[in-house]
């Protein structure tokens, strides 16, 4: 049986799609994924494949056209992340792409194709470490220990816990400080809002590990900084005193910071970001062999876009191998 492609019957549904996804994207990765889709399309065409009528073996085949053409283990996935993105958009099937043997295919490709030269540059343990012995040169030493250390251990992006300005902190989108509570043997986290979970009536719990008498330990960060700054629930966690009153700390001040940071400690702040924390806690979890659907769990990534994270190096396996891991250093 022949396939062919259908495009007639697509735009009308675009808009409804769009209103659905289109903000789960920011426009550069938008337009990479339209590229990925591109060359879906043309393969698609080559091979007369209907994609109202998408088989896993569709995917498999693509996926053996991207490794024909040296493409990287990451990469792959990311034209993938990108194909899936826009079948959704154009509300069509995306089963396929769960299937099984997909991920066989998946992990078949990790094991012999090599990763991107262009490694993204990490935070290890011990470059960790510097970081947060670091914060004494702040004006908040406890506040940006507990939240580097928070992004780190929860692989979190810097939208989750805090607010773009003072004037826009949302509660239901933010870290709030009645969202963190501390159950032994460590804390948990709850996540109302991502790029990845929109619905209000919706929210994620992320455990974190105790590591005992150690400066790696995000929960007695957490637990030193609350009891420095107490607030009410409602109002931002990361709330410090500025001319006596207690405000947010914005996601500029935690660039900032971390910038001044790295470079007292001799690293090339240009190299890194905020965000470094949250690849680099998951590839830590990874190099540990930690399995990638905790990792994505933990992470709340979507899509096979968690690759793109952890191949250049309920999800309760990440507190306690970190714990193990960094209770050593």
């Known amino acids: 049986m022949s396939f062919v492609i259908v495009g007639h019957g697509l735009n009308h549904l675009k808009e409804a799609a769009l209103k659905r996804l289109g903000h789960s994207l920011r426009p550069n990765s938008r337009l990479n994924y339209k590229s990925h889709f591109t060359a879906f399309m043309l393969f698609a065409s080559a091979f007369e494949i209907n994609i109202h009528h998408l088989h896993h073996r569709h995917i498999i085949s693509f996926i053996e056209w991207l490794v024909s053409s040296q493409l990287s283990h990451p990469t792959i996935c990311n034209y993938l992340s990108g194909v899936k993105y826009y079948i959704q958009l154009y509300a069509l099937n995306v089963q396929a792409f769960e299937d099984p043997m997909v991920n066989k295919m998946l992990l078949a490709c990790s094991r012999t194709l090599p990763a991107k030269l262009d490694n993204k540059l990490v935070f290890t343990p011990n470059i960790l470490k510097l970081i947060i012995q670091s914060t004494i040169i702040t004006d908040h030493p406890t506040a940006y220990s507990a939240l580097f250390l928070l ?5 979190f992006r810097i939208s989750n816990l805090l607010p ?16 963190v509570i501390f159950a032994h043997p460590g804390s948990h986290i709850i996540i109302k809002w991502s790029k990845t979970l929109q619905s209000s009536k919706s929210c994620k719990i992320i455990k974190l590990p105790t590591i005992p008498n150690s400066i790696l330990c995000p929960t007695s960060a957490l637990q030193q900084f609350v009891t420095a700054y107490p607030t009410p629930n409602n109002q931002p966690f990361f709330s410090v005193p500025s001319n006596k009153i207690l405000t947010s700390i914005t996601q500029k001040q935690a660039r900032t910071t971390l910038s001044t940071i790295l470079t007292h400690i001799g690293l090339n702040s240009t190299q890194y970001s905020f965000h470094t924390f949250r690849h680099s806690g998951a590839t830590l979890a990874f190099q540990l062999g930690v399995p990638l659907q905790d990792i994505q769990a933990h992470g709340t990534w979507a899509s096979q876009a968690v690759w793109h994270y952890t191949s250049t190096a309920t999800s309760s396996n990440i507190p306690s191998t970190f714990t193990n891991h960094l209770s050593n250093i």
Do not use: E, I, Y
């Open 151 to 155: 992004a780190f251990h929860g692989f």
């Open 164 to 179: 773009p300005s003072q004037q826009k902190f949302n509660p239901l989108h933010h870290l709030a400080r009645g969202d």
